[in-house]
């Protein structure tokens, strides 16, 4: 596997700094509220930033925004829930956290500048839901789309349980078995053992 660094936040959730080019330039997937240490480990290993592509608007995915100083990509359908965090930070926590409307700039998956990467559109965790697929490195990262052993919740804001089957149905089941999925939260696994051992990816794609 190509070098991947992966940071789990104390949300639960994976934010990973890809060096697709064996040099300096990363690309942050995700981006937690606890970005201290990803953005730490570019600066003790002199990288460069060459943007962040985000899978999902959830504060658990897009927080870290706030403190990050490059260029940010994900589908627009999304940006309502990245730009307003605080009602699911009253939703899923308990403390009185807080946090500011987020004024950044935000690009559409269209203006990501590197053509390598395949962004699928699967909907069903919420309306935007994207996963970011490096074909030449045999990697997908899915966010909350897939994980190991089971798929996105659809109960939340924009989420969709049809819309979910769907995506599972149409673009799960076009992976490429061999590939290895990151997912947002949880350990990685090929997508061929994912489609045998995830009793709901089978039970859709067997529906």
Request: proline residues 5%.
């Amino acid at each position: 596997m190509p070098e991947v660094y992966k940071f789990t936040s104390f949300t639960t959730s994976n934010c990973y700094i890809l060096r697709p080019f064996n040099n300096d330039i990363c690309i942050f997937i995700d981006l937690p509220p606890d970005l201290h240490e990803p953005l730490s480990y570019v600066k003790e290993n002199k990288l460069t930033i060459g943007g962040a592509l985000v899978t999902h608007g959830h504060f658990d995915h897009a927080l870290g925004m706030q403190d990050f100083e490059s260029s940010i990509y994900m589908n627009l359908e999304d940006e309502f829930l990245a730009r307003n965090p605080q009602e699911q930070l009253a939703m899923f926590t308990d403390s009185e956290l807080k946090a500011a409307q987020y004024e950044g700039d935000i690009s559409n998956l269209e203006s990501i500048p590197y053509d390598f990467i395949k962004t699928h559109h699967n909907p069903g965790h919420t309306a935007g839901s994207t996963s970011f697929e490096f074909t030449s490195l045999g990697l997908i990262f899915t966010g909350d789309f897939v994980f190991r052993d089971s798929i996105g919740r659809t109960d939340l804001k924009s989420g969709n349980n049809n819309k979910m089957i769907d995506s599972i149905k149409n673009v799960y089941s076009k992976f490429n078995p061999d590939y290895e999925i990151l997912p947002g939260h949880g350990p990685s696994e090929k997508v061929s053992t994912i489609s045998r051992g995830n009793i709901f990816i089978k039970e859709y794609l067997n529906d």
